[in-house]
């Protein structure tokens, strides 16, 4: 079955201390429907500029992306400038320059209104329920989000929790959405919100699925080099829904694999920049790294 | 089979912003022998002053621990007071009194020096060294560490680690030992060190094993609530040579097995006050909390 994938679509550029990445391809549309295509046809919403390089619409199409719904707007795609620190933990923004993206309306084509799996990647929460309003009855519906709108947009946030089957956070936001310090405590907190399944994602650490089933503890695939860890969690998120509308059987069942899914694709994007690494592997790449990770965590 | 612990026997002043806690029972080789004893026989060596209550000679005696090595000195008992902040992650410490640990030199019983599984808690790495010189071929060797050993007695903890199979520290003092700040790559290095077993302690987010078979991912217990963490570690690493020690069949995957079982042990550490939520626990209660994290990793 296929994925809805909404989100931005971005030039990303990345700095460290050795390099310097100008204009890659970014967004948290981008990293959801690349690492969701190893799985399931993937049908993008986004909006870029007149400037957007060729190459990034043929690497959408490549991975056979579906691009009816991507709009291609007059003005300037939206830009992202980053820098990391050695140790690849902190992030510094230098720049954010909207362009196109400021007065983007996700408005769906009719082939897309029927999508059983919709993933509402990062984006302004007023832009993921007017995508949901489109929907005719999808089937799975997961939603992510980030710091910024917990600032400013709480109110569309908290409202778009209770139209949604599986919230994605990180371990900070979780703490700032709930004012506890305890992430297991938190995760409660946020199922009487709303969401059925509610995802903790921990970076390195790993990710938490907190369900109707009980508690799932999903392992990162241990790396020891890190070249850029920008767009893991959108990674993460994006096989994980890629999987799951690619599974038969039940739901629960299908979510825990899922997740190991989501862990194995986002290590590759780590081992990259941008989308460099990610979109030069293959599904039986990931279907190794799943297989060790099994490994990893088995008991005999 | 037995567990020989050597560690610090102290007692601990714990305030968090709600209680405090004078005098409670406390120190790396308290915690790590009440976690092994469920599981095999302990002998502990440690040092007490005059002013050790009785009431927690009778709390190591009711867990079956052989205190034939407990040295009871003039003076007083080594003391430790520190203060948790609200989130229970920063702590900090208030008092150090050495008494009588001040001048401890932990020499074993004649009938201590066959045990096959010995356990050097976190210790000064020159009295760790001098227990081993006076074992008899020992089937395994695990030795904690803490950070003020890297600080000052570096040189000796070098020369442990070739002496030992396991090496058990926390991802801060694995990035301090390796200048690694990934802490994969620094478990690699710290084999190159000598030690064919490397686990590193990473809290709630628990722990990673490396080995000649592989690396195996441990989960903590998640706990919605933690009342005090002191002992964890040490909780940890106690349940986990404990069940090896009482477990037949290669050590290879009885480790796997035996990490589970110290994480469980350390999550009921955390529930309580010092020792006051261990030493009130069953190994049936350990077990079914093992049952739990099982089916918490589990894919299927």
Not at 122 to 150: E, G, K, S
Not at 263 to 281: H, K, M
Request: aromatic letters at 8%.
């Amino acid at each position: 079955m296929s994925v809805l994938v909404v989100g931005s679509t971005a030039l990303d550029s990345i700095k460290t201390p050795c390099r310097d990445n100008p204009r890659l391809l970014g967004g948290s549309a981008s990293h959801a429907a690349v690492a969701a295509s190893f799985f399931s046809p993937v049908k993008l919403v986004g909006v870029v500029g007149d400037d957007f390089p060729k190459r990034y619409v043929r690497l959408y199409r490549r991975h056979g992306i579906d691009l009816e719904g991507l709009q291609v707007s007059a003005g300037k795609t939206f830009h992202w400038a980053g820098e990391y620190e050695v140790n690849m933990n902190n992030r510094r923004t230098l720049a954010t320059e909207l362009g196109v993206f400021e007065t983007f309306t996700p408005n769906l084509p009719a082939s897309y209104r029927r999508a059983p799996f919709v993933l509402l990647a990062n984006i302004a929460p007023a832009l993921q329920h007017h995508v949901l309003d489109q929907m005719q009855r999808p089937r799975f519906v997961a939603a992510d989000t980030m710091d910024l709108w917990l600032n400013i947009a709480l109110g569309d946030l908290l409202k778009l929790l209770r139209r949604i089957d599986a919230f994605v956070l990180n371990d900070s936001e979780a703490r700032q959405l709930t004012k506890e310090d305890n992430v297991i405590a938190g995760a409660k907190k946020i199922h009487r919100l709303g969401p059925r399944y509610v995802i903790v994602k921990k970076g390195e650490h790993g990710a938490l699925l907190s369900s109707p089933s009980g508690m799932f503890i999903s392992p990162a695939f241990p790396l020891d080099r890190v070249v850029d860890p920008t767009g893991a969690g959108d990674s993460f998120i994006g096989g994980l829904m890629g999987y799951l509308a690619g599974s038969r059987g039940g739901l629960d069942a299908n979510l825990r694999r899922a997740m190991i899914y989501g862990s194995a694709v986002a290590s590759f994007c780590c081992e990259g920049f941008g989308l460099a690494r990610t979109t030069r592997i293959t599904r039986a790449a990931i279907d190794q790294r799943v297989n060790q990770l099994e490994r990893m965590v088995r008991l005999f």
